[in-house]
């Protein structure tokens, strides 16, 4: 099924090869030519086996030109990358680490508080990214506003909020969470998690929906991307962007809009209706969920969004031949097509399902590594690290250079795990060079050796 | 047996003893009046505490725990916006209050194996019940006047047991623990998916050595964050003697004193602050291992600790009666609490 139309949130999903602006961000990567050997003398030492020959288009007879000397072949010790350096930056009193994930308002990242030494991540919006989302900026103040306002174990808390009028940028920050469910979902072959699993999230979930629910507010987005867990294991509804507050004195729970993800949404809203219950809408989306990460599929399916609704608005589907029956009829109460007979939470709750707990058989699926790191350890402290102890270093040596062969060293090595992460010494003093024995670094991965910019006009938003 | 009552009236308050909590409760020297005992009045501010959980589960966990190297609670009770807490009196106070008074360069070691012994016993205790002490240091070991210690404390401890299973890894991360986190374990502060167990306590005993040892905790004075990077890469704390302090060409001990350069720590000693202070908290004993190394039975004869405390006096009521002093605080709290800012309406 495409991923755009389950609007899967790159946050906190960890996958090695797609998070290309991280790359982007901490390197810059140069080819240096044979001119800069000046500079970096170590680099030009076998040029002259490929002199560079130069063509008239006249000439141009390909079986006679060697096809290395057409298209300049470059060593893989030739291709340099800089660091860039790990430099210590501060949001209050918070210090800034390494990127968790990307949404399309902009990025989140790890952060520490350095009064508690609490681990947090911060959501860091643009205005000008904001601007290009519908209804933006308001989802954002709205979102503000909700959270402040609530506190349950199993929702997301907001911490500290921090404007930079100057950078125009906004920064939220939340409770530390290690990963989605849709992280870990994506992680495993099957795309689902054992039973017992499944029902641990689900029962959070419901208790997490329970407490919005009573207090008025209908999140209009549940989806396993938008479950986080904490270190503890513990479930965190998250981006109430979406949401929609309940008017105080409202007498039910109508509502008329939806921003929601298309494959989550109900056959109400499928169909176009105008007015419909909120509390259902979620109860539907929290069933989508529960068969999602039961059987790694979805009920619904579409080449695109116009068949994905005209197939949710039927209202058909089938569960899995191979899904026990009590769950089956869980599932089919939560996705039932006219809202007033679907579950309520309440019965939900009283489900056979939900009380009997599935035994314990099978593996339960990980949080997967970030970035290579099993343990999600604070990503804050190289930063902390060259600010305390290299900070006392000269000037120059600002960069630390390296080749794509040593890149593709390390990456052979860094396939074995690794733990000492953290002996870099304190007094390395060989910064400046090329060093060929420096495998302490994880080495970030480029995606390729020449720096491409982002195509501004196929970045989904 | 003195049965202590909930009541407030039964309680004459004679001097402060000190704040805690960071002024979130201040601890009196109270006589209880049918008895004419002396006890320790512990008041929480309600109106202050942003976790007042945590002070409801100090109480309740204290009130479960029986050992007699932890400070019981006789009776609590509420009483306005605070709650009280009785308590036994320790008349020597903390070993952090022995450390500011008496024993700036540390405590003598004889006395430092004795606490430490009494402490190991609670500890011992606490983590065979399925609780992670987590606060650890010198101001949560109290002495009484017969030299008898007791570990308190018990507001930032946390269960193992969860869903009625023992724990391999606890991951909780308090940000109440602010005053603690110098004592913290490395893998505490990590807050990553390895999480830590009752070993971390352990790493905070050998802090706690070092702390009465040195007069200081290690990292005193540091950048937070610093301390954090330090811990992580594996930086031991030291008890500071003649073998650790490093003397430079010129005779100069930096920053220490001639006392701490020149004196040595038995090998017993540096041998179990090394043990605890492991960087991989497998590798540390637990408390009733470290309770039958061999440096535990040594010290055991000799002199008593009320002896090797001299010259700290215990409390007495003699020492310590200053009812002016109770008025006067009495006074500027209520001036302090009072709210001179009008109310606003927000219609």
Redesign the interface.
């Known amino acids: 099924m495409d991923k755009k139309m389950c609007n899967i949130n790159k946050n906190f999903d960890s996958e090695p090869g797609e998070s290309t602006e991280l790359e982007e961000a901490e390197l810059n990567n140069r080819i240096f030519s044979v001119e800069s050997d000046d500079e970096l003398p170590v680099l030009a030492q076998n040029d002259q086996e490929n002199p560079v020959i130069w063509l008239n288009d006249e000439d141009l007879d390909l079986e006679t030109v060697n096809i290395n000397s057409f298209f300049h072949r470059v060593d893989s010790d030739q291709i340099i990358y800089q660091t860039k350096k790990k430099r210590l930056k501060m949001i209050g009193k918070y210090?800034m680490g390494d990127l968790l994930g990307e949404g399309s308002y902009g990025k989140v990242k790890e952060m520490?508080?350095?009064?508690?030494?609490?681990?947090h991540a911060v959501k860091i919006l643009k205005k000008h990214k904001l601007r290009r989302i519908p209804n933006g900026e308001q989802n954002v103040q709205r979102e503000i506003k909700l959270l402040r306002t609530l506190r349950h174990k199993n929702v997301i808390k907001l911490v500290d909020v921090f404007y930079n009028e100057e950078k125009q940028k906004m920064y939220l920050i939340m409770e530390?969470c290690?990963g989605s469910l849709q992280g870990m979902l994506e992680s495993t072959p099957t795309k689902k998690f054992p039973l017992f699993q499944a029902h641990g999230y689900f029962l959070q979930l419901i208790d997490g929906l329970e407490y919005l629910h009573s207090k008025g507010i209908i999140h209009k987005d549940i989806k396993p991307g938008n479950l986080l867990l904490?270190?503890?294991?513990n479930l965190k509804i998250s981006d109430l962007g979406v949401a929609e507050a309940l008017d105080l004195f409202a007498a039910d729970d109508t509502c008329y809009t939806s921003q929601g993800s298309p494959a989550f949404q109900p056959p109400e809203i499928a169909n176009g209706l105008e007015a419909f219950s909120g509390f259902k809408v979620d109860i539907w989306s929290s069933g989508v969920t529960l068969y999602n990460i039961t059987t790694g599929k979805y009920p619904f399916e579409g080449d695109n969004v116009y068949r994905l609704f005209e197939n949710i608005g039927k209202g058909d589907f089938t569960v899995p031949e191979d899904i026990d029956c009590t769950l089956q009829n869980l599932i089919n109460g939560m996705l039932r097509k006219d809202p007033g007979d679907r579950f309520s939470i309440k019965q939900i709750r009283q489900h056979d399902w939900c009380i009997r707990k599935p035994s314990k058989c099978g593996q339960a699926v990980p949080?997967p590594p970030l970035r290579g790191d099993?343990?999600?350890?604070?990503t804050v402290?190289p930063y902390?690290?060259e600010h305390?102890y290299e900070c006392q270093g000269s000037d120059d040596g600002e960069y630390e250079y390296y080749t794509e062969r040593q890149l593709n060293e390390e990456r052979r090595k860094s396939e074995r795990p690794h733990h000492q992460l953290?002996?870099k010494s304190?007094h390395n003093n060989g910064r400046a060079h090329v060093s060929s024995q420096s495998t302490k670094r994880r080495w970030p991965k480029p995606i390729s050796c020449i720096s491409v910019n982002k195509f501004p006009g196929c970045k989904q938003s | 047996m003195v049965t202590y009552q909930p009541d407030n009236s039964y309680y004459k308050k004679l001097s402060i003893l000190g704040e805690c909590c960071n002024g979130l409760a201040i601890v009196y020297l109270a006589k209880h009046v049918p008895s004419q005992k002396l006890v320790a009045l512990k008041k929480f501010n309600m109106d202050k505490a942003k976790h007042a959980n945590l002070i409801q589960q100090e109480v309740i966990l204290t009130r479960q725990l029986q050992h007699s190297n932890i400070l019981p609670y006789f009776v609590s009770y509420v009483i306005d916006q605070e709650v009280c807490v009785i308590s036994p009196l320790m008349e020597f106070g903390s070993c952090r209050d022995l450390l500011n008074t008496h024993f700036i360069e540390g405590l003598p070691e004889s006395a430092i194996a004795i606490i430490i012994k009494d402490v190991l016993e609670g500890l011992d205790y606490i983590h065979k019940k399925g609780f992670i002490h987590r606060a650890l240091r010198a101001s949560h070991i109290l002495i009484s006047q017969t030299g008898h210690v007791c570990l308190s404390g018990l507001r930032y401890s946390c269960p193992i047991i969860y869903n009625g299973k023992w724990q391999k890894q606890i991951?909780?991360?308090p940000?109440s623990?602010?005053e603690n986190?110098n004592w913290l374990g490395p893998e505490v502060?990590?807050?990553?998916?390895?999480?830590y167990n009752e070993k971390s306590d352990i790493y905070s005993i050998g802090v706690v050595l070092c702390e009465l040892a040195n007069g200081t905790e290690p990292f005193a004075g540091m950048?937070?964050?610093?301390m954090?990077?330090e811990k992580?890469?594996g930086a031991a704390p030291q008890l500071l003697d003649s073998a650790t302090i490093p003397i430079e060409e010129n005779d100069e001990i930096n920053g220490y004193t001639l006392n701490q350069a020149n004196r040595r720590f038995s090998e017993g000693l540096h041998q179990i602050a090394a043990l605890c202070l492991q960087r991989e908290p497998s590798h540390r004993p637990s408390a009733s291992q470290l309770l039958t190394h061999s440096y535990m039975k040594v010290h055991r004869r000799g002199l008593s600790l009320p002896h090797l405390l001299k010259p700290a006096i215990p409390l007495s009521d003699k020492v310590a009666y200053n009812p002016d002093e109770v008025a006067d605080l009495e006074t500027i709290q209520r001036l302090n609490d009072l709210e001179i800012s009008s109310y606003e309406w927000n219609f």
């Open positions: 210090v520490l508080d350095s009064e508690t030494l609490c681990r530390f290690v904490t270190l503890e294991g949080i099993e343990f999600h350890s604070i402290l902390l690290m305390y953290y002996e304190a | 991951h909780s991360f940000e623990t602010m986190l502060l990590e807050q990553n998916l390895q999480g950048p937070i964050t610093l954090l990077i992580v890469r």
